[in-house]
């Protein structure tokens, strides 16, 4: 996926209500109508959303009258994307465990002190 595509796809999905449109499309495919139902705005404004969603390649429709569909190949070109910095990040972690791990095995044991010292 282009960095430019990645962009669009993150940013589409930056607003809650096209986040709310994809998880309530990730059940089944829904009309326009379907989907703008429980929202408080007009269909256009629905379509609009709808539009961005479209047009970062998260969901399709064959015809302005056919039910939208979620488009899961984009979610996993997303998911190798984070995962290969989630791994990038875990190897970091990995290794500053490995070196205070050896930074603890190096420091020297302090012997408990004596009674007639803590007088």
Known sequence: MSEDR???VFAALADPT??????????????VGELAAPYEVSLQAVSK???????AGLVSRES???????EAEVF???TKWIERYQQQAEERYQRLDALLAEMQEDRPTREPAREEDAS
Do not use: G, I, Y
């Open 6 to 8: 990645l962009s669009r």
């Open 18 to 31: 096209r986040r709310d449109l994809v998880a309530r499309l990730s059940s089944a495919d829904a009309t």
């Open 49 to 55: 959303h709808l539009k961005v969603l479209e047009d």
């Open 64 to 70: 302005r009258r056919a039910p939208v569909r979620l």
């Open 76 to 78: 996993d070109l997303m």
